[in-house]
């Protein structure tokens, strides 16, 4: 009698780890499926437990992609990878539209022109993310995994970065969309992380309503970077050859590397 093995959990529960989910199991349009255990996607991981720093060893990361700017991760350094050899590399954009510090700067504002920031952020992201994506898909390209990458949420910068690489893949829109909203199971804890770090702009973080905007994830932010890849480049393809120097032959060594 045959048993049916559970698939592993998406969301790992790594105490301090924020947003962090595996990428196995989804299933692309031609019945093949993301390995587990070989992609993951995250917020930045700092300031962690010994328990969760030796959890994150055990999982036998090999590369990661901190999309961070070099401010964000000199504030809130990740030190649990330090000592085991694995690359690390660092986003070299030096202000990113979606450092949701960088958003709230000038306050809140009404729920409608907050929408609105974060639209016009999402237009410019596959551009202004190109050459931390383009090392991102490198390392895939080379069959270095697993492998991990994350921004500071695990929303926005690595949000997008899941959907192009899912879509890339051949994974249908639906399931990419599904993919990337699950970020907002985390909104709750990300208001709370934003104002213990921003103690003196407690006003900024008392209306919820206001916040929405920025602190979740939302279709439409979605739809409009393809739209602007498609406008720009006429097509995922052609922005993935131009923008991140991937083409068929890269895509087809990352298929190999990570499907099944």
């Not at 969760?52 to 990878?81: F, K």
């Not at 202004?128 to 090392?135: G, I, K, L, P, W």
Request: proline share 5%; glycine share 10%; net charge neutral.
């Amino acid at each position: 009698m045959s048993t049916i093995t559970a698939p592993p959990p998406r969301t790992l529960p790594i105490e301090g780890g924020h947003n962090l989910r595996d990428l196995g199991g989804y299933r692309t349009q031609d019945g093949r499926q993301l390995k587990w255990r070989t992609l993951y996607r995250a917020g930045a991981l700092y300031g962690l437990p010994e328990n969760s720093r030796a959890a994150l060893r055990g999982l036998g990361i090999r590369a990661i992609c901190d999309l961070r700017t070099p401010d964000e991760r000199a504030q809130n350094p990740m030190e649990w990878h330090e000592g085991l050899g694995i690359h690390y590399y660092g986003g070299v954009t030096l202000n990113s539209g979606a450092q949701l510090e960088q958003t709230l700067s000038g306050g809140t504002a009404p729920r409608d022109r907050m929408r609105a920031r974060m639209l016009s952020i999402y237009a410019s992201l596959p551009f202004e993310q190109a050459a931390s994506y383009r090392h991102l898909f490198a390392l895939l390209a080379a069959g270095t995994v697993p492998l991990l990458f994350n921004c500071a949420a695990g929303k926005d910068r690595t949000g997008l970065a899941a959907a192009l690489l899912l879509t890339a893949l051949g994974v249908a829109r639906e399931t990419v969309l599904e993919d990337y909203l699950l970020s907002n199971e985390w909104a709750a804890r990300l208001r709370v992380m934003m104002a213990s770090r921003h103690p003196r702009r407690e006003a900024t973080f008392a209306s919820p309503e206001a916040l929405a905007p920025v602190l979740t994830a939302d279709a439409g932010y979605l739809a409009l970077s393809f739209q602007a890849i498609e406008q720009n480049c006429g097509g995922l393809e052609a922005y993935l050859a131009a923008h991140l120097a991937t083409g068929p032959a890269e895509l087809a060594q990352i298929r190999a590397h990570l499907l099944e």
